[in-house]
């Protein structure tokens, strides 16, 4: 469909340091391989997308959430016949920089640095990550990743001006960065809005009535899964209806960004960089269900009772161990403290927190405050 608008991978600015190419693997299926085989990814089956770990096994977790959005990206990719590896990479490291608990633990981490006049944004810190500490190389630091994928990284949800973020201006600033990219942070969208349902749904907080009221499309897909499996249970009737929400609004991510392209008149990648406006969007009507989904979502699940208690005690225990590494910087690993040598005291312990799981952050916890 938008094959002129392809990043021809071979059309790459390369690496930072000097690496010999692959007799069999592109520069991006390296990149992919490269992020597939980081401790960061696996580090992310230990933290929250939504559901702490304890309430259940059958949630998803940051890791089976990186995979559902691999998976709607590289569909999206395919349909539209734009870059499949290049956007796979993407999709698989655009959350390596949440630190645990989820949203509660950035919100955090960002109120403890806005303290010392800096801030935690999780895109920021997997750039950090994937620069300096993934050492896995003894040619050079970090993954050494295409410029691509890192420039994705850091605009996969945003675009920014020139010296807005003055440690990101060799990442062209002022530009949008290839198609392949701008499809992440919608495929983010759409997965955590079909999996948050789903978890939210089999956590007992809503009936499919409830969402039906709130999100009009959904009211009529369970309306033709109803006639279709009259015997059919709830809870079959609701996972043919949130297959039926996930096809439409993929659907609609390709319709929408094939007619955007189109209108637009773009006919290659410099073109796009040069667009004034992203072109990776949703059609219309299902623009609208997800922003539907999203508000009801917040209602029902984010801040939710059963959900509120547990952000705000994760939250102060967050807080809590970030004072007593800055008054005990000691306590943090010896190796870890010289890696961060020259660094200010408040960015060490955040960068060190920020890496680590639910399950570590917690026995770190019980060990100095038990």
Do not use: W
């Not at 608990?101 to 994937?130: I, K, W, Y």
């Not at 201006?169 to 999996?195: F, S």
């Not at 890496?355 to 770190?364: A, K, P, S």
């Amino acid at each position: 469909m938008l094959e002129s608008l392809r990043f021809p991978v071979a059309a790459s600015r390369g690496r930072r340091y000097p690496d010999l190419p692959h007799p069999y693997r592109n520069a991006f299926q390296r990149d992919r391989d490269r992020i597939l085989h980081a401790r960061a990814f696996r580090r992310l089956e230990n933290k929250t997308q939504v559901f702490t770990a304890p309430i259940s096994d059958h949630f998803r977790n940051r890791l089976t959430h990186t995979l559902e959005v691999s998976q709607v990206a590289r569909t999206v990719a395919a349909a539209l016949k734009l870059d499949e590896d290049f956007t796979e990479a993407l999709a698989l490291v655009h959350d390596f920089g949440h630190p645990p608990f989820a949203h509660a633990g950035e919100d955090e981490l960002h109120r403890q640095m806005a303290r010392f006049g800096e801030r935690f944004d999780h895109n920021l810190h997997a750039l950090r990550l994937v620069e300096s500490f993934e050492q896995r190389y003894a040619r050079f630091p970090g993954l050494n990743l295409t410029f691509e994928v890192r420039e994705g990284m850091v605009k996969h949800s945003r675009d920014f001006a020139q010296g807005e973020f003055p440690e990101l201006d060799e990442y062209l600033p002022g530009l949008r960065p290839p198609l392949e990219a701008q499809l992440i942070d919608l495929a983010d969208e759409i997965a955590y809005n079909t999996a948050d349902l789903d978890d939210g749904f089999s956590a007992g907080l809503f009936s499919m009535a409830e969402i039906a009221a709130a999100v009009p499309a959904y009211a009529e897909l369970a309306e033709t899964v109803e006639l279709q499996f009259p015997g059919a249970t709830e809870r079959e009737r609701f996972f043919e209806a949130l297959r039926l929400l996930l096809d439409g609004v993929v659907t609609g991510l390709i319709r929408g960004t094939v007619d955007a392209a189109r209108e637009a008149g773009v006919g290659s990648v410099d073109e796009v960089r040069h667009y004034p406006a992203r072109l990776a969007k949703l059609a219309a009507a299902p623009a609208a269900t997800s922003a539907a989904l999203k508000t009801f979502l917040h209602a029902r699940v984010y801040y939710s009772p059963a959900l509120r208690d547990e952000r705000t005690r994760s939250a102060g225990m967050i807080a809590r161990l970030f004072e007593y590494f800055l008054d005990h910087p000691g306590a943090l690993p010896a190796d870890y403290r010289e890696q961060q040598a020259g660094q200010p005291a408040h960015r060490v312990v955040c960068d060190y927190m920020a890496g680590m799981t639910d399950g570590f952050f917690l026995r770190t916890y019980q060990r100095l405050f038990s």
